[in-house]
């Protein structure tokens, strides 16, 4: 007896056919037209602290600068301008440097600058220094011009000598800045010479001081009384 199988349909061409060359050429085109994802944006690193800390150090040092900068600015703006007042103790009268020497005239030598047996003296018994100064002095209302000279020899004992000597008589001097032409004072006197002496010993150094009134001449009459006062009231003026 013979068995019979089940048919079977045969297969349709549009279930099992294989897709063509042209077909399968527009899903190529078709998947590589789309469009692609965009990337990600980078995210920028965040700022490290170093670079941080610079910028406030930097921010510091600048508010110092300025600060100093109106320090250094204000002491500038109060700062007072020095006058030629005499830094002497006090004494009788207010002595103020001559303006045209503001400075003590410092010398190694003191025969060059000396007149009359002076002269003499110096040059066989040298000073180690000499120091002139120039002072100005208001009293009894007129102007009077003061000479401090500092004479330095070699030890107490010459000194001692040389103002015993210089005390005397007819004897000659140091020279005034303003006498000699150094320190020329308009208006002065002729010569500080002319009116009164006073001296005295500080150790190896004599101090000698004169003073005269501003246009005084040799023969003219003087307080010498007055004059006498202020030239023993500047001998403070060498200390």
């Known amino acids: ?20 060359r042209s077909e399968i050429g527009q899903l190529d085109s078709l998947m590589g037209s789309a469009p ?9 690193p965040p700022p490290r602290k170093g670079w941080l800390l610079k910028g406030l150090g930097l ?11 109106l320090v250094v600015m204000s002491k500038g703006d109060t700062e007072t ?27 190694s030598s003191c025969a060059p600058h000396a007149y009359g047996k002076a002269k003499e003296y110096f040059t066989t018994t040298p000073c180690q220094q000499l120091s002139r100064s120039l002072y100005t002095v208001s009293a009894g209302g007129k102007q009077v011009l003061v000479s401090v000279v500092v004479v330095k020899m070699a030890d107490d004992k010459a000194a001692t000598e040389l103002k015993k000597f210089l005390d005397g008589d007819n004897t000659g001097n140091i020279y005034d800045l303003s006498r000699e032409g150094v320190a020329k004072v308009p208006g002065g006197p002729d010569w500080v010479a002319h009116g009164e002496y006073a001296s005295t010993l500080k150790g190896r150094e004599l101090v000698i ?18 004059l006498d006062r ?8 060498a200390s």
């Open 1 to 20: 007896m013979t068995q019979r199988l089940p048919r079977v349909p045969p297969a349709r061409p549009s279930d099992t056919a294989p897709l063509w």
């Open 36 to 44: 692609a994802p965009r990337p990600a944006p980078a995210r920028r």
């Open 59 to 69: 921010v510091g040092v600048a508010l110092v600068s300025g600060l100093v900068w």
């Open 81 to 107: 301008p020095p006058t030629t007042t005499s830094t002497a103790p006090t004494g009788e009268f207010s002595f103020a440097r001559a303006p045209q020497a503001p400075e003590p005239v410092l010398d």
């Open 209 to 226: 001081v004169e003073s005269d009134f501003y246009g005084a001449a040799k023969s003219a009459d003087r307080d010498r009384k007055l």
């Open 230 to 237: 202020i030239s023993n009231d500047a001998l403070r003026l």
